[in-house]
């Protein structure tokens, strides 16, 4: 459901987007925003349909992927608040999304239609600037995950998921690191069948450098998952 349009950002939202604007510029391209509110496992946006708005999260988790011709998902990144998603809105048109994004969590985010960017494109000068600057963070990290699946064991790319989605969605509580996954949804992460991610964080917890609970995995140590997860 869509309320008043955005004219500032909420309390400590940082964004990459932002970072290359000037104030005038952030305040106009808040001015066209819709603050929408989203729901878990609700699509966001689909690979292959026509690009038609750009949108930023501000509250909640979103899971990027694609979806392989069996059905299957390739997890690309997660989405976390300050992140943003359907830049091929505003750097060309027509232009179609890359990846699919749902909701993992209940949440809000800011949204912009295409005559909106279109308008913005022309109104804020730094506005490509800004699209490149996060583009180029997404392709590293893209980088990263694809050298992962290529180079590194299943063993390996689990823990390495585990550190990499501790350092975005983790959380620091009395046991340790708390990050809120299943198991399916770290085997979907970490390219490997739901029985292997099964199978290694039961040997884990057994060595007790992790607890599981019902949704939730406890990093006792992330030093400990980043040296399981190095290259060797």
Known sequence: MKTASAVALPSGLQSTFFEGLTAPEIKAVLAAA?????SPRQILQR??????RLWLLVTGRA?????????GKLFLRWGVPGDVFGLATIVRAPARYLV?????????????????????????????KAVN?????????LIDALAARSFLTAEKRLARMLVVSARQIGRTGREGIELDLTNEQLAVTANVSLFTATRKLSKWQDLGI?????????????SLFESIGKPI
């Open 34 to 38: 819709k603050l929408e509110r989203v």
């Open 133 to 141: 600057s996060v583009v180029s963070n997404y392709l590293d990290g």
């Open 100 to 128: 699919t994004v749902e909701a993992v969590q209940e949440g809000s985010l800011l949204a912009w239609d295409l005559a909106s960017c279109q308008a913005l494109a022309l109104q804020c000068p730094s506005l490509s």
């Open 210 to 222: 992790l607890k599981k609970h019902r949704g939730k995995i406890v990093l006792r140590s992330l």
């Open 63 to 71: 899971a990027a992927y694609r979806v392989a011709d069996e059905g």
């Open 47 to 52: 690979e292959g349909d026509s690009a038609t």
